[in-house]
């Protein structure tokens, strides 16, 4: 669909900023289901750093008024969320995908090596840290590490030795929640390390859902 071409070309930045935005707005003039539009929006904040003031406050009045004024709290949930946010910072994302290598256009989803098949060719920013750390490789990524919102801890320990025939076992905590995909990449990740993967998570949630979780679930079904 044209909703899924307009994601793979923002995660391989093949779309200028003003054209996506357009086509965001053209998804709202055809009152297109509204869990589609936020998690346009939000991906364009990833990819963009957030929004400009004026775009941000423009979707913003569409939305309310397109969809309802009761969705003013769903947009104030994604605010609070950290999905949807307006900043005139110059963006971090192409930095962060060349240096985690987020980008694997050659993957095989049939029979997948990689964690990029999860998404089609991208590799979630979850996965390749997960990656890195059971590669030992930290020291690698450090400047990877410091474009990512939140503060970063690391404690490295001296790996107990493994017994003849016996896997190592990974523990992966993910707090707030994981999409489907994300464990479907560490499944990989897991399978082509040889080693045993255990996840713990608060929530678990598809792309559309993901939003939903966002907004606290107040977005209406049909």
Not at 96 to 107: H, M, R
Not at 147 to 172: D, F, H, M, R
Not at 177 to 198: H, M, N, P, Y
Request: aromatic share 10%; net charge positive; proline share 2%.
């Amino acid at each position: 669909s044209d909703v899924y071409k307009r994601q793979a070309e923002y995660m391989g930045m093949g779309a200028p900023a003003a054209a996506s935005l357009d086509f965001i707005e053209m998804m709202i003039a055809k009152q297109a289901p509204l869990t589609k539009v936020l998690r346009l929006l939000c991906l364009q904040c990833l990819i963009d750093n957030g929004l400009k003031q004026k775009s941000f406050d423009y979707f913003r009045r569409e939305i309310l008024h397109t969809y309802g004024f009761e969705h003013l709290v769903t947009l104030k949930n994604l605010e609070k969320s950290g999905l949807l946010y307006k900043n005139d910072a110059k963006s971090n994302w192409q930095r962060l995908e060349k240096g985690l290598k987020l980008i694997n256009e050659n993957v095989n989803v049939m029979s997948p090596d990689d964690a990029a098949y999860a998404y089609w060719g991208y590799a979630s920013v979850t996965a390749r840290l997960v990656e890195h750390a059971l590669k030992n490789h930290w020291r690698g990524i450090k400047d990877s590490l410091s474009l990512l919102p939140g503060e970063i801890y690391i404690e490295e320990k001296t790996a107990v030795p493994i017994k003849k025939g016996k896997k190592s076992v990974v523990l992966v905590y993910f707090i707030g929640g994981v999409t489907f995909s994300e464990i479907a990449a560490l499944r990989c990740i897991a399978k082509v390390q040889d080693k045993d993967c255990l996840l713990y998570t608060s929530d678990a949630a598809d792309d559309l859902l993901c939003v939903d979780l966002g907004g606290r679930r107040i977005i209406k079904k049909k």
